[in-house]
Structures are given as structure tokens and as C-alpha cells.
Antibody
Framework: EVQLVESGGGLVQPGGSLRLSCAASGFTFSSVYMRWVRQAPGKGLEWVGRIKSKADGETIDYAVPVKARFTISRDDSKNTLYLQMNDLKTEDTAMYYC??????????????WGQGTLVTVSS | QSVLTQPPSASGTPGQRVTISCSGSSSNIGSHYVYWYHQLPGTAPKLLIYKNNQRPSGVPDRFSGSKSGTSASLAISGLRSEDEANYYCLVWDDSLSGRVFGGGTKLTVL
């Protein structure tokens, strides 16, 4: 069974840091691209960033609002995705989801999301 | 303010056909695949359409996607009460060098 489990969320003061983790199981983690998506309370979905597989250079792309403050990384030996968040702002308050897509050629077999972890930035 | 424009709301009665639009530009919809998600309150989003018009296994054929130029649409036929949810389009944007979601459309089944 494909599964993604996020952890690490919590309450942090503005300017603080937090590291989120996403533990993956049920698929070959090292072969897939991984993404972070967030959703502020009562708001729409916002794409945060993506990290490609090592075979594709582990290239990372970020959304403009988080660039230079957030860092996405992966540890394929631990089947884990990370999101290091620095200089947090109140507008970063959101549910953070990790997500991935599993393909068989051109056919999408699974689009998997975790249950999310809540980050609250407040003084 | 997203670079992808969706109507904030849509509605229909059971059995009706409704469409939700997603308007973009040449740097996103005009040159990349469109994906559609729906989301019930308190739950993770679920993929409905990928690569403009492909349905993942398990998604009913009541849901269909299309794209023309710099706009895309999601059509839902035979509307059901359980279709009441928020719907989002998602596309890669060359100018932003990243993916972007539309602002979302809240569908109400009357």
C-alpha cells in the first residue's frame, strides 16, 4: 500500500524555523519526484515546491513566496522527504501536504497525498 | 492572486451537467498539461483529471477534462450531491518555474 506520512508540524514564532518530514512506503521512493503543497486555513491549495529523483539530478523548484527561505531535500536511504522552513512568517501558517505521482509509462497509476501536518506561525 | 483564474463558485442540480473553467496564459495552460483536483473539507485533495483529459483509475467517467488554447475546463455530468466540493486546476508555469494552482471553485449541488 502506497503511504505518505508527514510529521514535524507545530506552533512556531515568526522568524523561527521548523523541519517537516514525510515518510514514504509502498513504492520505490528513490525513483519518484516528490512535492510539497500547502493550504492556509480556509484558503486554496498552494504549490510549495518539488524535488526530482536522483536519476534526474535531484533538481529542486520552489514557489516564489518560499524561495530562499524553504529548502526541500530527500534521503532515499530513509525513504523520507524533508522541508526545512526558515524565517517563518504568519502567512506560512497552513496545512502542509507531501504528495507524489506514480507512473507506468504515460499512465498515471497513483496520485498519493499524505494526511498533512499543521504549521502555525504566531507570537 | 493566482495566474490561473477560476470562477469562485458554481452550482447545479442533481443530474445536471456543470463545467468549471480555468483560464491562464501561454506560459502555463498554453504549453503544459492541466490537472484537476477536488477536495472535500478536512481531507486531502483527490486527482480527477491528468494530462488535460485523462482519468485515473477509479474516477467515474462523469468527470471529463478539455483544453483549448490558454483555457481548460472540467465538466461534471449527472451531478450528484457528493460532488459538492472545492475544485482546483493545476499547471506548470514557465514564468514562475513551478506549478501553480487555480484559486479554486466551490461547487454547490442545489
Amino acid at each position: 500500500e502506497v503511504q505518505l506520512v508527514e510529521s514535524g508540524g507545530g506552533l512556531v514564532q515568526p522568524g523561527g524555523s521548523l523541519r517537516l518530514s514525510c515518510a514514504a512506503s509502498g513504492f520505490t521512493f528513490s525513483s519518484v519526484y516528490m512535492r510539497w503543497v500547502r493550504q492556509a486555513p480556509g484558503k486554496g491549495l498552494e504549490w510549495v515546491g518539488r524535488i526530482k529523483s536522483k536519476a534526474d539530478g535531484e533538481t529542486i523548484d520552489y514557489a516564489v513566496p518560499v524561495k530562499a527561505r524553504f529548502t526541500i531535500s530527500r534521503d532515499d536511504s530513509k525513504n523520507t522527504l524533508y522541508l526545512q522552513m526558515n524565517d517563518l512568517k504568519t502567512e506560512d501558517t497552513a496545512m502542509y501536504y507531501c504528495t507524489t505521482s506514480l507512473w507506468s509509462g504515460e499512465i498515471l497509476k497513483v496520485d498519493q497525498w499524505g494526511q498533512g501536518t499543521l504549521v502555525t506561525v504566531s507570537s | 492572486q493566482s495566474v490561473l483564474t477560476q470562477p469562485p463558485s458554481a452550482s447545479g442540480t442533481p443530474g445536471q451537467r456543470v463545467t468549471i473553467s480555468c483560464s491562464g496564459s501561454s506560459s502555463n495552460i498554453g504549453s503544459h498539461y492541466v490537472y484537476w483536483y477536488h477536495q472535500l473539507p478536512g481531507t486531502a485533495p483527490k486527482l480527477l483529471i491528468y494530462k488535460n483529459n485523462q482519468r485515473p483509475s477509479g474516477v467515474p467517467d462523469r468527470f471529463s477534462g478539455s483544453k483549448s488554447g490558454t483555457s481548460a475546463s472540467l465538466a461534471i455530468s449527472g451531478l450528484r450531491s457528493e460532488d459538492e466540493a472545492n475544485y482546483y486546476c493545476l499547471v506548470w508555469d514557465d514564468s514562475l518555474s513551478g506549478r501553480v494552482f487555480g484559486g479554486g471553485t466551490k461547487l454547490t449541488v442545489l
